[in-house]
């Protein structure tokens, strides 16, 4: 942390009290989708060919066929969280406790602790990325 002048100390404590929440807070986005190339390769065609039987709807939502949409991404840079992006396998591999969490899944981990932020419920009903904003922008206000 960089300091211009003679910031009072308050000033300097609050920054520092700022940094250390954003660090206990973590976002975790856990895709309905498995992360082996075929399996990424298959969910791309399906997204095209068959959109309405895809079945990660945070997928479908917030990605094109192959990469994350530029709102998305703008939206996620300006949340002051670390986030985390993981595919089903991975994170059952990382969470086996949580295997029957139906997915997709925006989880908050807050001192080690991982809690559902946004349901699959949730995320499923979402058409768009205006609604998907709204349901984390609510959610997060009260953290």
Not at 21 to 40: G, P, R
Not at 110 to 130: F, G, R
């Amino acid at each position: 942390m960089v300091f211009v002048g003679n910031a009072p100390s308050r000033r300097r404590c609050r920054l520092e009290k700022i940094d250390m929440d954003k660090n206990t807070h973590k976002l975790i986005f856990v895709y309905n989708a498995d992360s082996s190339v075929f399996s990424q390769v298959s969910d791309a065609v399906k997204k095209i060919v068959t959109p309405n039987k895809y079945e990660c709807n945070l997928c479908t939502v917030t990605y094109g066929a192959i990469s994350m949409k530029d709102e998305w991404r703008e939206f996620l840079d300006s949340l002051p969280f670390e986030k985390e992006f993981l595919h089903r396998d991975k994170f059952h591999k990382q969470h086996p406790e949580l295997e029957s969490t139906k997915l997709p899944t925006i989880f908050i981990s807050q001192n080690n602790t991982l809690n559902p932020l946004v349901s699959a419920d949730e995320i499923n009903t979402q058409k768009d990325i205006i609604g998907l904003k709204n349901i984390i922008n609510g959610k997060i206000k009260s953290i």
